[in-house]
C-alpha cells in the first residue's frame, strides 16, 4: 500500500481479529501510540508470551492499493477505479517475530470483511475490490466449489469432517499449515513419526509436532485427502487459540494455494470460493 508517509505493506490475514503492525514501522512512519487496556481486549496467540504483553494501539495513515495498468476513470466520482482506498485503520502494535522482516503488519479480518478479495497463487497475484466479483479471467467459469463460512469473535470459521464427526475450524490466510489441537489429533489416524518443532507466533515461540494423519475431509473435497491410506500433513498444537474461539482445527495456505480463491467475507453469509 501507498501512504503519505510512505509504501507500507501488509499480510492479508482472515485469522486476525484486530489488524496489526510493527513496532519498526510506527517508527518509520511516524505514528502516535496509545495504551490499550487489558480490561477491553485480549491477545492470544502463537507463543508463550501472550500473557501480561503490554499492548498499543496507532491509526494508520491513508493507504492505497494500484492495481496494475492504465487509470480506469469512473464517470460519476470522476475517482479512479483502480485504486482502492483504506482510511482511518486501527491497528495494534506488536513485534510480530513470526512476520517476514520485510513485512509491516497485517490487515485482519474486521477491514477484509468489507472488502472482496481474490488470491491467484498461479500469477502470485491478489486483487482485491469489486473488480473480484466478475468471473476470474484466467478460468473463463463460475467457482468450482463456494464453501459457507460464519463469523465467530470476528474471524471465519468452517466445518471439516472426521472420522468421529465434524469440527469447527478457522479459515486462516496467514497460516503456514494445517494445525489441530491435542484433542482431534489424538482422534485421527497418526502415519508415520512425529517431528518435533518449535514454531514462532505473535508471542514468541510454542512447542509443536508435525505428523501425517489420516481421516480429515473438507465439504466433501480433496483439499483435506479423504482417502485414509494418504492422509496429510498437519502441525498439532496446544495454542490457546483453540480454546478462545471454540475449534479444533486452522487451515491454512497449504490447503488452499493450488487453487485460486475469492473471499467474499462481505457476503452475508460470507464465503470462500474455490477454482
Known amino acids: 500500500f501507498a501512504s503519505p508517509a510512505g509504501r507500507v505493506r501488509l499480510l492479508l490475514d482472515t485469522g486476525a481479529s484486530s489488524s496489526m503492525v510493527r513496532a519498526a514501522a510506527v517508527e518509520r512512519l511516524s505514528l502516535s501510540l496509545e495504551p490499550v487496556s487489558s480490561d477491553t481486549i485480549s491477545l492470544v496467540g502463537g507463543g508463550e508470551g501472550c500473557e501480561g504483553l503490554r499492548i498499543h494501539r496507532t491509526r ?10 492504465p ?57 482485491m475490490g469489486r473488480s473480484t466479483l466478475a468471473t476470474d479471467q484466467a478460468t473463463q467459469q463460475p467457482p468450482r466449489l463456494r464453501l459457507p463460512l460464519r463469523w465467530r469473535l470476528g474471524v471465519p470459521i468452517t466445518r471439516l469432517t472426521t472420522l468421529t464427526g465434524p469440527v469447527d475450524a478457522l479459515v486462516d490466510t496467514a497460516a503456514e499449515g494445517l494445525f489441530l489441537s491435542s ?46 491410506s494418504k492422509g496429510v500433513e498437519a502441525i498439532r498444537s496446544d495454542n490457546p487459540v483453540f480454546a478462545a474461539l471454540g475449534i479444533e482445527a486452522i487451515v491454512g495456505q497449504p490447503m488452499l494455494r493450488d ?14 470460493e474455490l477454482w
Open 71 to 127: 487509470p480506469v476513470w469512473r464517470r460519476k466520482s470522476g475517482v479512479d477505479g483502480r485504486k482502492l482506498r483504506i482510511l482511518g485503520l486501527e491497528a495494534l502494535v506488536m513485534s510480530a517475530p513470526a512476520l517476514p522482516e520485510d513485512i509491516d503488519g497485517v490487515l485482519g479480518a474486521p477491514t477484509l470483511r468489507r472488502i472482496p478479495f481474490l488470491v491467484d497463487p498461479s500469477r502470485g497475484s491478489i486483487t
Open 183 to 228: 484433542a482431534l489429533a489424538a482422534r485421527l489416524l497418526p502415519l508415520g513419526p512425529a517431528d518435533p518443532l518449535r514454531l514462532v507466533g505473535i508471542c514468541g515461540e510454542e512447542r509443536v509436532e508435525r505428523r501425517a494423519y489420516a481421516g480429515l475431509v473438507w465439504h466433501g473435497q480433496s483439499l483435506l485427502d479423504p482417502e485414509l
Open 259 to 272: 487453487r485460486v480463491q475469492r473471499w467474499r467475507l462481505d457476503h452475508n453469509p460470507p464465503a470462500l
Open 60 to 69: 494508520m495513515p491513508s493507504l492505497v492499493l494500484t492495481a496494475a495498468g
